[in-house]
């Protein structure tokens, strides 16, 4: 494959990806309705692992071909770009008070996002390289972490929002699960093809795995979370935006872990370059200048330097992006 169809082939299946992710959005937000879940839940969990499927894709494709290094940033750099493009959402589109709104329990959706991450970075900064045969103990620390994060925010949630009483649609459950596993499967294909050819353009241009995996795969695996989030803020609904984000860099650590079972030379901890380490690294830093702003409760302000801002924390994306590319 040259680089003009490699190009080609990525900007086509990036297109049917973002298109297949608004369709699963809206199953999931009938699924949920029905259902009747509050909204943290629902956007910390459901939407979040709905939102996250193209992540779960690229990420276990990159380890099956072997690049470590492209699936560690393709995850990191998406928790990065998440908690930018929170920022710059709820200062732009939230409004002053849109902090004070956020209910309490999203600290905890934040701090069990950000506790994840540190984990996962840990590991691969520890070159965690064993195995047992298809399964790592890394990935099953996450794996436990994860499902008993889950379920403790399932329960305490649910018991402080209770169910989504203002919420309506008119179509049925049955069309929700058609609808979502059509986009999940259309996704499926996809973002397959994406991160073959995303692989294609690292190779011939010889730009690192890692920055293809930071910049480009980040960068439209992410838009599902990006335009979801958007127009909940829109719809003045700023804790399905927040929780949404926060809970899709949650999954998304666990993707890492599921991408841990397809890498086949050792584990996918033990095998990331710098580039990768890098991106977790200001992930980690940027989502806890995320948690800083939610328990501050002040307006998203555009430049300051002493206290989470818009000019802050996408100077800090910017410096991220720019070591993955000369150190990765």
Do not use: C
Not at 247 to 256: A, E, K, P, T
């Amino acid at each position: 494959m040259d680089l003009t169809l490699a190009l080609i082939v990525f900007l086509g299946t990036s297109v049917l990806v973002v298109s297949a992710a608004r369709f699963l959005v809206t199953s999931g937000d009938v699924i949920a309705i029905r259902t009747g879940w509050g909204h943290v839940w629902v956007g910390a969990l459901l939407l979040a692992g709905a939102t996250s499927l193209p992540e779960l894709v690229a990420t276990s494709t990159a380890a099956l071909l072997g690049n470590a290094g492209m699936a560690g940033g393709n995850v990191f750099g998406s928790n990065m770009l998440n908690m930018t493009i929170l920022t710059l959402a709820l200062g732009l589109l939230g409004g002053g008070l849109v902090l004070q709104k956020i209910l309490p329990q999203q600290q905890r959706v934040a701090f069990f996002a950000t506790f994840l991450t540190i984990v996962a970075l840990a590991m691969a900064a520890l070159k965690l390289d064993v195995k047992w045969w298809i399964v790592s103990p890394a990935a099953l620390i996450i794996f436990a972490l994860y499902i008993v994060g889950s379920w403790r925010l399932f329960t305490e949630t649910s018991d402080a929002e209770g169910g989504d009483d203002d919420a309506s649609t008119d179509r049925t459950l049955r069309w929700g699960w058609t609808v979502f596993a059509l986009s999940s499967a259309v996704i499926f294909v996809a973002t397959y093809f994406m991160t073959n050819s995303a692989d294609e353009i690292a190779e011939i241009t010889g730009i690192g795995g890692s920055f293809i995996g930071v910049l480009a795969l980040a960068f439209v695996t992410s838009l599902p979370e990006v335009s979801t989030s958007i127009a909940a803020l829109r719809q003045n609904a700023p804790d399905l935006a927040v929780s949404n984000l926060f809970g899709s860099n949650s999954f998304n650590v666990l993707v890492l872990a599921v991408a841990d079972f397809f890498y086949t030379d050792g584990s996918i901890f033990g095998n990331m370059d710098n580039g990768a380490l890098i991106a977790g690294l200001f992930a980690t830093l940027i989502m806890a200048l995320s948690i800083w702003m939610l328990l501050l409760k002040r307006p998203v302000r555009v430049f300051s330097f002493s206290s989470p801002s818009m000019a802050l924390i996408t100077a800090l994306y910017g410096a991220g992006l720019f070591l993955v590319f000369y150190l990765g």
